[in-house]
Nanobody
Framework: QVRLVESGGGLVQPGGFLRLACAAS????????MDWYHQASGAERALVAQ???????TYADSVKGRFTIIRDNAEKMVYLDIHNVKPEDAVVYYC???????WGQGTQVTVSS
């Protein structure tokens, strides 16, 4: 069984920086791919960033240049750095392991000055 737990959400000012973290535990070793999704209220979850086992990353066009996905295989962690935070970043972020179809519980980001 695999468990993904997100953290790091909260209140951030526009233009600020936020690091979201996803801690993986259980039967997951060096996952081939790890994803971050986000979901606004009333909308479907959408992929924002992906990182593979070679640390090759892909991003949704809407976040390119501002979001950075990082993985630490030794610590079983995946991070999502959000730079120059914008109001539209105020959604729930989920960590996802596609191979095991495992989701975290999500972490809410609120943007306000």
């Amino acid at each position: 069984q695999v468990r993904l737990v997100e953290s790091g959400g909260g209140l951030v000012q526009p233009g600020g920086f936020l690091r979201l973290a996803c801690a993986a535990s259980g039967n997951i070793e060096r996952p081939i791919v790890m994803d971050w999704y986000h979901q606004a209220s009333g909308a479907e979850r959408a992929l924002v960033a992906q990182i593979d086992e070679s640390h090759i990353t892909t991003y949704a066009d809407s976040v390119k240049g501002r979001f950075t996905i990082i993985r630490d295989n030794a610590e079983k962690m995946v991070y999502l750095d959000i730079h120059n935070v914008k109001p539209e970043d105020a959604v729930v972020y989920y960590c996802y392991w596609p191979t095991g179809d495992s989701w975290g519980q999500g972490t809410q980001v609120t943007v306000s000055s």
